[in-house]
Each structure stands twice: as C-alpha cells, then as structure tokens.
C-alpha cells in the first residue's frame, strides 16, 4: 500500500509540474501571440493610415484671389495670368468645395471641345462625383506636375501618380487662357 501511496505521490507531483511547465510555456505563449497581435494592429494602422492620409493640397495667395474673384461671375479676365498648373489648381479645389458652377466653368469654352452643357453637369448626382479622398487621391501630385504643350492649343499637365505618370488635358480657349479639357484624365 506505501508503494502505491508513493507512487500516486510521484505521478500527482509529477502532474503537477508538467501542469505548472505547460501552464508557463501556455502563458509564454499566450504572451508571444499578444505581442505578434499587437505588432500586426500596429503595422495595419500605419498602413491605414498612409491610405488615408490626407494628400496635401493648397492653393497660393494669387490662386486664391483669382478663384475669388472667378467664382463670383465667372469672368476669365481672372484667370489670365496664371499658369495651367494654377488654373488645374483651381478645378480641383472647386471640385473640392463642391463648387460645381466654378468646376464647370473652368472647362474649356471652345464649342468643337465642349461634351455636355451646364444643364447637363447640373444634372450629375452627388454620389458621382467622388468624395474628397477620391478627388485628392486622383489629383495628388498635379500641384507640381510640369506643363506640356502639344500645340497651339493643346497641352496636358504630366505629374506623378502612385506607380508612374498621369496626364491631365488642357485646351486653350480663343482668349488665350488655359482652361480644363472635358474628361481631362483618361
């Protein structure tokens, strides 16, 4: 009986050192998961993050006076002057503000150019016409693209987007100013 008193002691305290030893190997465990949880949380923040960052965009002291000034009658004499980059500027923080009469009157004025009527653009519903995320990620970059001309009035604004390069079309209208190009980019 002292033989199996002494057995039943052994393999009880044996017992409970594999418990106590699987319990500290289960806690390490438990310990390293936590650990790998919260690095794989932490690494999909930052990512989530660099897709949702904001793109950075403003315009300069003389764009703003000039979508000012445009944005009150839509009269190009404030346009002159600036550059196609400044007057792309100026279609997307409309687009941005959601300023749809200025968006639609920064497109070019030329009648073998023209794609749909105001009453047509009046006619797109909110929902197509992207959310800022999707404005800023589509124009990021063109605020330091560079200006190509094609000809005497075509030309397009190269800048660079995500993996490559983006062109944004420009037509110049009959007074000379650089306006935007129906469907710009395509």
């Known amino acids: 009986m002292e033989k199996h008193h002494l057995f039943l002691s052994l393999l009880a305290a044996g017992f409970l050192v594999a418990c106590a030893s699987n319990e500290d190997a289960t806690s390490s465990a438990l310990v390293n998961k936590e650990a790998e949880i919260t690095e794989k949380e932490e690494i999909g923040k930052e990512s989530a993050e660099k897709e949702t960052a904001p793109m950075e965009f403003s315009l300069t002291e003389k764009e703003k006076e000039s979508y000012e000034n445009f944005s009150k009658n839509m009269d190009p004499a404030y346009l002159k002057g600036l550059t196609p980059i400044s007057i792309a500027k100026l279609f997307v923080y409309a687009d941005l503000m959601k300023d749809y009469d200025v968006h639609y009157a920064l497109y070019t004025t030329r009648p073998d150019h023209i794609l749909w009527t105001k009453e047509e653009d009046d006619q797109i519903p909110e929902i197509d016409r992207g959310t800022k995320e999707s404005i800023l990620q589509t124009y990021n970059g063109i605020q330091d693209g ?5 000809n005497d ?6 800048y660079d987007y995500e993996d490559g390069s983006r062109g944004f079309s420009m037509v110049k209208d009959q007074s000379g100013i650089w306006k935007v190009s129906f469907m710009p980019i395509q």
């Open 146 to 150: 560079e200006f190509m001309i094609e």
């Open 153 to 158: 009035i075509h030309g397009w604004i190269k």
